[in-house]
């Protein structure tokens, strides 16, 4: 279903359009990946974590911008299922560090097909030309979000 204006001329609400884009991407990445396989969720924790050295449950809420109690149970369901391992810092025993086990590499490795399939047929929704701007789009929107103001850098 394609974005429609209304009759008296106003544009469909942009949060509600990133929701339900957000929802569409879930499905997908579900259908392509199989409902046994990991959410896209998990899939960004255990990536943040294979490209981190010894992350911390803080680090990984700053670079996934998952909220901290959602990616505490994202962790915790990840170690219940013998994909992640948790242990206290050794600087600090109030938080906790995190890494992949052999299981968690393997899912990780397992699931890189259906993501790259997800963002494929995601992507082809738009004219090649405009894929990349569309992807650099929603970086500056978190970007700015996330910084509060506006981002400084030109346009176009």
């Given at each position: 279903?394609?974005?429609q204006f209304?009759?008296?001329?106003?544009?469909?609400?942009v949060?509600?359009?990133?929701?339900?884009?957000?929802?569409?991407?879930?499905?997908?990445?579900?259908?392509?990946?199989?409902a046994?396989?990991?959410t896209?969720?998990?899939?960004?924790?255990l990536?943040?974590?294979?490209?981190?050295?010894?992350?911390?449950?803080?680090?990984?809420?700053?670079?996934t911008?998952?909220d901290?109690?959602?990616?505490?149970?994202?962790?915790?369901?990840?170690v219940?299922?013998?994909?992640?391992?948790r242990?206290?810092?050794?600087?600090?025993a109030?938080?906790?560090?995190?890494?992949?086990t052999?299981?968690?590499?393997?899912?990780?490795?397992?699931?890189?097909?259906?993501?790259?399939?997800?963002?494929?047929?995601?992507?082809?929704?738009?004219?090649?030309?405009n894929?990349?701007?569309?992807?650099?789009?929603?970086s500056?929107?978190?970007?700015?979000?996330e910084?509060g103001?506006?981002?400084?850098?030109?346009?176009?």
């Amino acid at each position: 279903m394609a974005a429609q204006f209304s009759s008296d001329g106003s544009a469909p609400s942009v949060l509600h359009l990133l929701h339900r884009a957000g929802q569409c991407a879930d499905e997908l990445f579900t259908t392509i990946g199989g409902a046994d396989q990991l959410t896209p969720r998990q899939y960004e924790v255990l990536r943040t974590v294979a490209v981190s050295d010894d992350p911390s449950q803080t680090y990984l809420v700053s670079r996934t911008g998952i909220d901290r109690s959602t990616l505490a149970d994202i962790v915790r369901r990840l170690v219940e299922r013998g994909l992640l391992q948790r242990s206290r810092t050794r600087n600090d025993a109030r938080r906790y560090a995190v890494s992949l086990t052999d299981g968690g590499r393997m899912a990780l490795q397992k699931a890189g097909p259906a993501v790259e399939a997800t963002n494929q047929r995601l992507l082809s929704a738009l004219a090649e030309l405009n894929q990349q701007d569309f992807v650099v789009a929603l970086s500056r929107i978190i970007e700015t979000v996330e910084t509060g103001g506006r981002d400084d850098k030109q346009r176009t």
